[in-house]
């Protein structure tokens, strides 16, 4: 073993020397505070700096952003926010702006290490002679500060605060640039209004964009980032103007702009916009249905996940038509508002206190007045001639009584003699005055949808979304009556039965049970018709005709074919052929488009993907692959398409049958209201038992919509409602808008079906004779399954003695009379 030599002390005697050093008080006292320093910040640390965020979390630090919305189009149309903010670069906001901030809040900023030494002593001084007298010391913070307060720390009051903010101020200086830190500061800050950010607040303030701000304009925004309230030009318009001069002068100061921009600033007005600038609701049942969606699929708040809707700065692509929705609107409340004309003024909405906050009483009730052109009111006061009316934004009318002169609904009398003060009301602007307006009670929902891809266009769920958030189009199960008669066909047609087909118009009765008995069916009109065709009882709607076939057929199809088709699953009893189960106007005019869309099913939606906040798509309805859709250039072949997504539910040829028959309900059955849209259009209208309910659901080929009214607790309608006459005049009205436009397209035919002329009385082959083309000839074409046309053919003189009677029909109440009437 090797034996190593001993290693001397480079520092011979060095504890002897530290124990000498420490008898002098000098030197130990030294050594105490040295020691007391190093204890102090371990307990600091273990305090105020445990837990706050690092650098590299700063770097990834992404503030919460809105949602936003955009139609078919790509057109910004809505956004869900709680803190509306628009996230901008540093680069985006013009130096001007950035000058008055830094003069408004921090000079120093882009000197200072995080803090502000000076600024701070005089924040504790302060701090320490208000303390104990229940005053706020002044604050003292940089911007970096504030940045740390507004991200991390909190606005709590106290010295930990201020300590954990100092810390964090530090540790954001040494992560982030200058550019960086004031980005985040200007997209942060809360400027009032519900305006997270300068971009958010220059909107809300001036209705500009940054960009486009002059320099009084930068400089009031610049005064706000303390206390918002404190400079609002409804209460505080003078405090205001003072602090945006004073602004102005450190500028000038500060040598960011001449002395002659100051005095040219200073005289400008501060030019703010109202803060009620709009009660616009763009597609509010729509947009609701997206956002309870958005809802469930990513949660609301950071908590939920990065995407959440509130703060995760989505960007949302939907189906959203605004010229098919803005008239699916006016038609269904139209429509309501037309059938409870006559009943007269409903009496008032709600009640508030006359105070000095009846603006703020009055908008926070959040009353759904429908049209633009309709408002909510409250009475201020009244006497015999007039009524003085206050409105949200704290404007005032006059309702002269000639404008209230219909009767109160259920009483009678004159409806201004029940008006009172606190009273809240709907009026419509009459020139200078206004007039009474009333909300019906009945309401109604109504769906659009692109058969072909199942895109919702349009959907309205009531007379408006701010009065009532229940959405009827999607979540009032309704009896759908009538409208349901095509799908007991449709089993029928894929049962061996054909629209030429003979039933017997007559009574029919079954027995249910021993203690139900016998139970016997009738038509509406309470006559019957004897034998007639399939295609008849459909386009006069008969109920004995569709009880009986439903009962030849088996109701065990019937609610196959209807559970198929994403109508509902309901129990085989026959009642139910009649449309006494329950559905909602989404499912019946999705399943109206499998007709439309020659049986094959699709998805209903509203949304067609979203982005992230970095555009990345993370959702998407339509997942179908294409290859070849996205190749760098034309190889010369067809072009890819992607397949086919729907599933074929039932049978294409079926499909166009039905589809076919329910043409002639539009063409001289219970919806010949629809004749005069000049293009192909299919439908069935329905009427449920009371009536409760009246229906209309049909379209084109490129658009199926439906509809229904009804009160949201079912009572009768009373004895005339008809989906006929009230329905399917809305779906007229709404149709007449929105398919102005499109190209006229007729219904396609499936491979395999064959026309045939037919006797469309008794449903016999023709030879000879042809359709004279009009609604009501005697002879039509007919769709048939291969080797399912008749096989019985009837005469030509046969057809000419029974076409007499229609011949002479010269108006379509004559004609209807001729076929035993509609129903």
């Not at 139900?516 to 309470?526: E, I, M």
């Not at 009804?710 to 005049?729: E, K, L």
């Amino acid at each position: 073993m090797v034996k190593l030599p001993a290693i001397s002390n480079p520092f011979p005697g060095w504890r002897a020397h530290a124990r000498h050093l420490w008898q002098y008080r000098v030197w130990r006292w030294s050594g105490y505070a040295l020691w007391s320093a190093a204890l102090f910040m371990t307990l600091m640390w273990a305090l105020f700096a445990r837990g706050l965020p690092s650098a590299d979390a700063l770097l990834a630090y992404q503030p919460p952003l809105p949602t936003n919305v955009r139609g078919n189009d790509g057109e910004p149309i809505a956004e869900f926010a709680r803190e509306r903010r628009v996230q901008l670069s540093y680069a985006e906001y013009p130096p001007i702006l950035i000058n008055a901030f830094i003069s408004a809040e921090d000079k120093t900023f882009f000197s200072h290490p995080g803090i502000d030494v000076f600024g701070l002593a005089g924040a504790v001084w302060d701090y320490g002679t208000k303390l104990g007298s229940g005053r706020r010391a002044k604050g003292g913070s940089t911007i970096t500060q504030q940045v740390a307060k507004n991200l991390i720390v909190g606005d709590d009051y106290s010295i930990a605060r201020k300590v954990r903010e100092a810390i964090l101020a530090f540790r954001i200086e040494d992560a982030l640039t200058k550019p960086q830190i004031l980005e985040l500061y200007l997209n942060q800050i809360f400027l009032g209004r519900n305006a997270y950010g300068v971009q958010s607040a220059s909107r809300a303030y001036f209705r500009k964009d940054v960009g486009d701000l002059t320099l009084p304009e930068v400089a009031y925004l610049a005064i706000l980032p303390k206390a918002p309230s404190n400079y609002t030009v409804e209460r505080h318009a003078d405090r205001a103007l003072e602090r945006r001069n004073y602004v102005l002068r450190q500028m000038a100061e500060n040598g960011f702009i001449t002395e002659a921009q100051r005095e040219e600033a200073t005289a400008a007005p501060l030019g703010i916009v109202p803060r009620y600038a709009t009660r616009a609701s763009v597609g509010g049942y729509f947009m609701e249905e997206v956002r309870r969606e958005l809802i469930t699929r990513y949660g609301q708040t950071a908590n939920d996940g990065p995407n959440a809707i509130y703060s995760g700065g989505l960007w949302v692509r939907t189906s959203y038509d605004g010229k098919v929705q803005d008239a699916a609107e006016g038609a269904l409340r139209d429509g309501l508002v037309r059938f409870e004309a006559a009943a007269g003024w409903r009496g008032r909405l709600g009640k508030i206190e006359i105070d000095d906050n009846w603006p703020r009483s009055l908008a926070n009730l959040n009353v759904g007045a429908g049209y633009a052109n309709w408002y909510p009111a409250v009475v201020l006061s009244r006497d015999g001639s007039a009524a003085e009316i206050g409105f949200e934004n704290g404007s005032r009318g006059t309702l002269p009584s000639w404008g209230a002169t219909q009767p109160k609904a259920g009483i009678g009398g004159r409806a201004f003699d029940f008006l009172k003060a606190g009273d809240v009301i709907v009026v419509r602007r009459e020139g200078d005055n206004w007039q009474l307006r009333s909300i019906p009670n009945i309401s109604g929902g109504m769906v659009v949808q692109n058969p072909h891809t199942g895109q919702i266009l349009a959907m309205q769920g009531g007379f408006d979304a701010r009065g009532s958030s229940f959405n009827r189009a999607t979540q009032a199960q309704r009896q759908p009556g009538s409208t349901f008669k095509p799908f007991v066909y449709a089993a029928a047609l894929d049962n061996g039965l054909t629209p030429a087909s003979i039933v017997i118009d007559g009574p029919f009765c079954v027995f249910q049970s021993a203690r139900l008995g016998q139970k016997c069916f009738k038509n509406f009109s309470g006559s019957d018709a004897g034998q007639q065709t399939m295609r008849w009882g459909v386009e006069q709607s008969r109920n004995l005709m569709t009880v009986r076939t439903a009962s030849q057929i088996g109701m065990d199809k019937v609610v196959r074919t209807a559970k198929a088709m994403g109508v509902g699953g309901y129990p085989p009893y026959l009642a139910y052929s009649l449309g006494a189960g329950e559905t909602t106007v989404m499912k019946m005019v999705n399943a109206y488009s499998i007709f439309a869309n020659q049986g094959r099913a699709t998805t209903p939606t509203l949304i067609d993907y979203v982005q992230d906040r970095n555009g990345k798509i993370i959702w998407r309805a339509d997942k179908r692959a294409c290859e070849g859709c996205n190749m760098p250039r034309w190889d010369g072949r067809p072009m890819p398409r992607p397949r086919i997504r729907a599933k074929q539910v039932i049978d294409p040829m079926t499909a166009y049958q039905m589809l076919h028959i329910m043409e002639g309900v539009v063409q001289r059955g219970t919806a010949t209201v629809l004749r005069d849209l000049g293009r192909p259009m299919f439908g069935k209208t329905g009427t449920s038992s009371g009536p409760t309910n009246v229906w209309f659901v049909g379209g084109s080929a490129d658009m199926v919509g439906g509809l229904y009214l009804g009160y949201d607790n079912p009572r009768s309608m009373g004895g005339y409602a008809q989906g006929g006459t009230i329905a399917a005049p809305i779906f007229h009205s709404f149709a007449a808008k929105a398919m102005k436009d499109m190209p006229v397209v007729p219904f396609q035919a499936p491979a395999g079906i064959r026309m045939i002329r037919i006797d469309r009385k008794t449903g016999r082959r023709v030879f000879g004779a042809w359709p004279d083309g009009s609604y009501y000839s005697p002879v039509i074409w007919e769709a048939f399954k291969p080797e399912s046309e008749p096989r019985r053919t009837i005469r030509r003189d046969e057809i000419a003695k029974r076409a007499a009677p229609v011949a002479r029909a010269t108006t379509d109440s004559e004609f209807l009379q001729s076929q035993d009437g509609i129903y």
